[in-house]
């Protein structure tokens, strides 16, 4: 059973960067597609931001992302991350971090292990 744990949310102004941290642990880290997901105050579903494969490679955004927002892995240390640049407030979200050991998606629903979820806040 793998075990996702986010980390580096917080609240920052328009503007800023954040880098979120993802650490995996209970599974083979470097066999695991991973990405990132958030859910946007007022609709019912995540949504998709970035993905990535096995050995860093490849890598998708979504358009919103704009190449503000990069991702990458650490296979040694068991991490993910996804680092914000260039923050809108329309980025504010729970973001979640997750991972499949079967194929790399943009879609979530094909992501069988996830974070609890970590609040990022852009303020104007």
């Known amino acids: 059973q793998v075990q996702l744990v986010e980390s580096g949310g917080g609240s920052v102004q328009a503007g800023d960067s954040l880098r979120l941290s993802c650490t995996a642990s209970?599974?083979?880290?470097?066999?695991?597609?991973m990405g990132w997901f958030r859910k946007v105050p007022g609709k019912d579903r995540r949504e998709y931001v970035a993905?990535?494969?096995?050995?860093?490679?490849?890598?998708y955004y979504a358009d919103f992302v704009q190449g503000r927002f990069t991702i990458s892995r650490d296979n040694a240390k068991n991490l993910v991350f996804l680092q914000m640049n260039n923050l809108k407030p329309e980025d504010s979200a729970i973001y979640y971090c997750?991972?499949?050991?079967?194929?790399?998606?943009?879609?979530?629903?094909?992501?069988?292990?996830w974070g609890q979820g970590i609040q990022v806040t852009v303020s104007s």
């Open positions: 997750a991972a499949n050991e079967d194929v790399l998606s943009r879609n979530s629903v094909v992501y069988d292990y």
């Open positions: 209970g599974g083979t880290f470097s066999e695991l597609f």
């Open positions: 993905v990535i494969g096995t050995n860093s490679e490849p890598t």
